[in-house]
C-alpha cells in the first residue's frame, strides 16, 4: 500500500483552488499544457492546493514554423539573439523552468513532418532529427541494420520520457551522461544542420567540444543524422544506481567490424562523451583474447576524467569502466560472430 500523502485538493469535501494569473510569471501556453493559441502567453503559478504548475519567469518569443524553409527564415530574420530549438523537450522545459538557459527565442520544430522519417538510403541509416528514443526502439529499420541504437535506446529514463525524447535532442544538450553520445561517437555518425548560410555537416567526432557546448550555432538547427553502416557488432554497457529512470553513472559504447577494427568510446566520465584513440590503436588488427583485454582495461584510468558526485565516486567509476570495457568488447565480438548475447542484454 502507498504511503505516499494525499494532496488536500484531492480528499473528498475539499475542492481544488482556481489557477490564479499573476502578470509576473509568463510562459508560452503550450509549454504548460494548455491549449496553444498563437502569439497567446500562459501565466501561471503555485497555488494553496499544491498542485504543480509548471512557472518559467524569463519572457521569450516563440515560433512554431510548420516547414523547415521557415523555420531557417525564422533564424534568418533573428540574427545576434539567443535561440533553443524546441523538439522533445525533455531538457530545454526543465532549464527553462530552473533558469539554467535565457534564450531570446524559441523555436519550436514538433510540426516540421520532413524531420521524422527513419529510412535506409544504401549502406547510409537516415534519422531525422525529431525521432524520438521510443521510434528507434520500434523501428524496424533500425532493429535490422542497427539494433546498437535499440540497446541504447531502450536504457533511457522512462517510457514517458522515451516517448518525448529525441536522439538529437540528447547530443544537442551535450551533457557528459546522454546516453546516445557514445554509441553515435563508436558508430560512424554525422550529424546534418540547416541555417542561413546553408546546410553543412560536422562528423561525430567533432561535435562536442566542450560541457554543454556542441558545434551547433544559435542559427542552426539539426535536420538528421546518418550512420554509415556495415557488418559489426557492438555493446552498449550503462552504469546506473537502479535499472531504469537514471542517468549513467558511467557508460561504454563498443562496435567491432569483422577485420578486427575496433571504435571506443565512454560516456559520464569526462566533460563530454569521448572516444578513446589509445585503446582504439591498441586493439586494431587484433583477435580479441584475455591478454589483449587486460592490456586495454588497464589503459583506462589514464583515458578519463571522471568525478565524484551525488551519483558515484570517480574511483568507483573508474573501476567500473574497466569491467564494462571487458564486458562490452567480450559481448561486441561475440554478436559480431552471431553467437550472443542478445542486443538488451544487461551486461553488469
Known sequence: MSTRPTPPSAKSGTPRAPLSQPASSSVPAQLCGSTYEPDSICKLRFTGSRRFVLVIAKEFDYQRPATLEEATAILVAHPGETTRILAGGTDLVAWLRDDAVAPDLVVDIKDIPDLRDIRMEGDTLHLGSLTTFTDLIESDIVEEHAPLLIEMASTVASAGIRNRATMVGNICSAVPSCDAGPVL?????????????????????????????????????????????????????????????????????????????????????????IRSARIEEALAGKPLDESLIAEVVGMVPDEISPITDMRATAEYRTHMCQVMLKRGLEAAVQRLAGIGPAYETRLI
Open 185 to 273: 561517437l563508436a558508430l560512424d555518425t554525422t550529424v546534418h544542420l540547416a541555417g542561413p548560410g546553408g546546410a553543412r555537416s560536422v562528423h561525430i567526432d567533432d561535435w562536442f567540444v566542450g560541457l554543454r557546448q556542441t558545434a551547433l550555432t544559435d542559427d542552426e538547427v539539426v535536420t538528421h543524422v546518418t550512420i554509415k553502416l556495415q557488418e559489426h557488432g557492438g555493446a552498449y554497457v550503462k552504469l546506473m544506481r537502479y535499472a531504469g529512470e537514471d542517468l549513467a553513472q558511467a557508460a561504454v559504447g563498443i562496435v567491432v567490424y569483422p577485420d578486427h577494427d575496433y571504435r571506443v568510446a565512454f560516456g559520464a566520465v569526462a566533460p563530454t562523451p
